[in-house]
T-cell receptor, first 114, second 115 residues
Framework: NAGVTQTPKFRVLKTGQSMTLLCAQD?????MYWYRQDPGMGLRLIHY???????AKGEVPDGYNVSRLKKQNFLLGLESAAPSQTSVYFC?????????????FGPGTRLTVL | KQEVTQIPAALSVPEGENLVLNCSFT??????LQWFRQDPGKGLTSLLL?????REQTSGRLNASLDKSSGRSTLYIAASQPGDSATYLC??????????????FGKGTHLIIQP
């Protein structure tokens, strides 16, 4: 199993450009998450999904959109990138194991917005 | 709002020492707590998931404990090795419960083991 994979690994955008980050998992997990990690701030939840076709806002959702059209994929979109969105983005997934939801993370995407 | 604090922020010790990393959280209505390891420029690796009913969980030289009533968890690393050098992160369910709504993370303890 590849686990959780993220595409691309690195990206540089100019302010105002758009892009989509792809997360894929091959563990048949029901739940998927997008976090961002910034120096001094730790990891913060952007959006999440508890199943195919469902999405919900996390702690810092502004400026991002997400879609979960297939169970194994979770897409994070930036419609008009801003320098404040320069960050490392991590995707995670978790099985529906009742009340104990262990999360497994991808390797991250490092995004720079100029 | 759940808040997670990790102490110390950084730690440097000689190889072979036993050490303790601390994590505290404000909302004790959680069913589990997860410890992660992050190497520079890499993703997060899950080390241990402690269920609230377990109070302790062990994996090799790692032992994690959870005391919900006091809002604390500790990660004990025995006989530390240079390969243990990394940032260790503690995370709890963001909105309580089991974490289906995501996790709240501490800022981590940056650990250096000197050869």
């Amino acid at each position: 199993n590849a686990g959780v994979t993220q595409t691309p690994k690195f990206r540089v955008l100019k302010t105002g450009q758009s892009m989509t980050l792809l997360c894929a998992q091959d563990m048949n997990h029901e739940y998927m998450y997008w976090y961002r990690q910034d120096p001094g701030m730790g990891l913060r939840l952007i959006h999440y999904s508890v199943g195919e076709g469902t999405t919900a806002k996390g702690e810092v959702p502004d400026g991002y959109n997400v879609s979960r059209l297939k169970k194994q994929n979770f897409l994070l979109g930036l419609e008009s990138a801003a320098p404040s969105q320069t960050s490392v983005y991590f995707c995670a997934s978790s099985p529906t194991s009742g009340i104990y939801n262990e999360q497994f993370f991808g390797p991250g995407t490092r995004l720079t917005v100029l | 709002k759940q808040e997670v604090t990790q102490i110390p922020a950084a730690l440097s010790v000689p190889e072979g020492e036993n050490l303790v990393l601390n994590c505290s959280f404000t909302d004790s209505a959680i069913y589990n707590l997860q410890w992660f390891r992050q190497d520079p420029g890499k993703g997060l690796t899950s080390l241990l998931l402690i269920q609230s009913s377990q109070r302790e969980q062990t994996s090799g030289r790692l032992n994690a404990s959870l005391d919900k009533s006091s809002g604390r968890s500790t990660l004990y690393i025995a006989a530390s090795q240079p390969g243990d050098s990394a940032t260790y992160l503690c995370a709890v369910p963001r909105l309580g419960g089991g974490g289906a709504d995501g996790l709240t993370f501490g800022k981590g303890t940056h650990l250096i083991i000197q050869p």
